[in-house]
């Protein structure tokens, strides 16, 4: 039943306020995280189901990072995989469960900084985590044939990065602020949250990298090397691509 007004009467004004707020989607993600997600899930289905076994071992020698490369007699297989191979590993995953996981984590660490970054800062700051990831693998492999692929480095490298700004406490209508100030490297080395936060992090990386504690599921070595090279090039040089002055 409608309610009726006089004629002399008007109904009175709705207020704006009343209209109840947009609701919010589930997955809200900035597009750049989403475009690098589809990217390596395009690239994995393509090598489970559009190639064969051999194109698909050889998809693996040319992209994927091998200190061996860089000296040794291996070095004379695609020699100019030396230059991209840093970069293309990362997009490469060992099976579907290697790759979810790195999409959570990518959405959970990533998504913060891209939101505070814009789309060009945060690949540049994944190729640059990237880097720090073969970097580090390089150092622990020198001249051995230890292919290393995964998004594990870059994954990091965000999570090194989001802890510059992500542990300041200032929030907006009870979400991170992730445009507020970024805390030097003293400061957050500082923050006993991030201490926490960074000593078990380290541990979980060694342990469960070095085989002391087997990961279910797991059918592959961790690379755990290259996430510390991530997250290290993730949390000292994040500020060199932050558009903000850290405090």
């Given at each position: 039943m409608?309610?009726?007004?006089?004629?002399?009467?008007?109904?009175?004004?709705?207020?704006?306020?009343?209209?109840?707020?947009?609701?919010?989607?589930?997955?809200?993600?900035?597009?750049?995280i989403?475009?690098?997600?589809?990217?390596?899930?395009?690239?994995h289905?393509?090598?489970?189901?559009?190639?064969?076994?051999?194109?698909?071992?050889?998809?693996?020698?040319?992209?994927?990072?091998?200190?061996?490369?860089?000296?040794?007699?291996?070095?004379?297989?695609?020699?100019?995989?030396?230059?991209?191979?840093?970069?293309?590993?990362?997009?490469?995953?060992?099976?579907?469960?290697?790759?979810?996981?790195?999409?959570?984590?990518?959405?959970?660490?990533?998504?913060?900084?891209?939101?505070?970054?814009?789309?060009?800062?945060?690949?540049?700051?994944?190729?640059?985590?990237?880097?720090?990831?073969?970097?580090?693998?390089?150092?622990?492999?020198?001249?051995?044939?230890?292919?290393?692929?995964?998004?594990?480095?870059?994954?990091?490298?965000?999570?090194?990065?989001?802890?510059?700004?992500?542990?300041?406490?200032?929030?907006?209508r009870?979400?991170?602020?992730?445009?507020?100030?970024a805390?030097?490297?003293?400061?957050?080395?500082?923050?006993?949250?991030i201490?926490?936060?960074?000593?078990?992090?380290?541990?979980?990386?060694?342990?469960?990298?070095?085989?002391?504690?087997?990961?279910?599921?797991?059918?592959?070595a961790?690379?755990?090397?290259a996430?510390?090279?991530?997250?290290?090039?993730?949390?000292?040089?994040?500020?060199?691509?932050?558009?903000?002055?850290?405090?």
């Open positions: 409608s309610q009726q007004y006089p004629d002399d009467l008007e109904p009175p004004p709705v207020s704006e306020n009343n209209t109840p707020p947009p609701s919010e989607p589930i997955f809200n993600l900035p597009a750049i989403i475009g690098i997600a589809v990217f390596m899930v395009l690239v289905a393509l090598r489970e189901w559009g190639l064969s076994r051999e194109s698909d071992q050889w998809v693996i020698l040319v992209f994927s990072f091998i200190p061996a490369r860089y000296s040794g007699a291996f070095a004379e297989f695609w020699p100019m995989a030396k230059f991209w191979s840093p970069f293309t590993y990362s997009v490469l995953h060992g099976n579907w469960m290697h790759l979810l996981v790195n999409l959570l984590w990518l959405a959970a660490f990533g998504s913060p900084v891209a939101a505070r970054l814009g789309t060009a800062r945060t690949l540049v700051l994944a190729a640059v985590t990237s880097l720090g990831g073969a970097a580090a693998h390089w150092l622990a492999f020198q001249g051995e044939v230890v292919p290393m692929i995964g998004a594990s480095a870059v994954v990091s490298g965000f999570m090194g990065a989001a802890t510059r700004f992500a542990f300041t406490g200032t929030r907006i009870g979400k991170l602020n992730v445009h507020g100030p805390l030097s490297l003293w400061a957050s080395l500082s923050n006993p949250n201490a926490i936060f960074l000593i078990v992090w380290f541990g979980l990386n060694y342990l469960f990298g070095s085989g002391m504690v087997p990961l279910a599921g797991a059918d592959m961790i690379a755990w090397q996430h510390v090279g991530g997250f290290l090039a993730g949390l000292l040089l994040f500020p060199l691509v932050d558009r903000k002055s850290s405090t």
